[in-house]
């Protein structure tokens, strides 16, 4: 059974730093892209970022560019999201997502549509105060 977990969030005053952890289980990363997901209260569910497994390439939403970053410890099958310089607008819960994907698939291709993710985390709620 795939389970994705994730862990990390808290409150965060702006300009704070947190990093968030998605460890996953019943699957090995090797074949899959894992994606982290926010959704702010009455908002819809937007794509922050993706890896990988295939190639180790990454994707970053313009929102978040140049403030988080997506890197995976395949080891203990766990991807991270640390996230720089918050803001208020980055309030929400945040999700993890897992999908398999063909060989060679890079994360600019797979890119952080919802909808082409499978599996889901239950989220962590991250809060950045002004």
């Known amino acids: 059974e795939v389970q994705l977990v994730e862990s990390g969030g808290g409150l965060v005053q702006a300009g704070g730093s947190l990093r968030l952890s998605c460890a996953a289980s019943?699957?090995?990363?090797?074949?899959?892209?894992i994606g982290w997901f926010r959704q702010a209260p009455g908002k819809e569910r937007e794509g922050v970022s993706c890896?990988?497994?295939?190639?180790?390439?990454?994707y970053y939403a313009d929102s978040v560019k140049g403030r988080f970053t997506i890197s995976s410890d395949n080891a203990k099958n766990t991807v991270y999201l640390q996230m720089n310089s918050l803001k208020p607008e980055d309030t929400a819960v945040y999700y993890c997502?897992?999908?398999?994907?063909?060989?060679?698939?890079?994360?600019?291709?797979?890119?952080?549509?919802?909808?082409?993710?499978?599996?889901w985390g239950q989220g962590t709620q991250v809060t950045v105060s002004s």
């Open positions: 019943g699957f090995t990363f090797d074949d899959y892209a």
């Open positions: 890896i990988s497994s295939s190639d180790g390439s990454t």
């Open positions: 997502a897992a999908v398999l994907i063909p060989p060679r698939t890079t994360a600019q291709a797979m890119g952080v549509i919802p909808l082409k993710y499978d599996y």
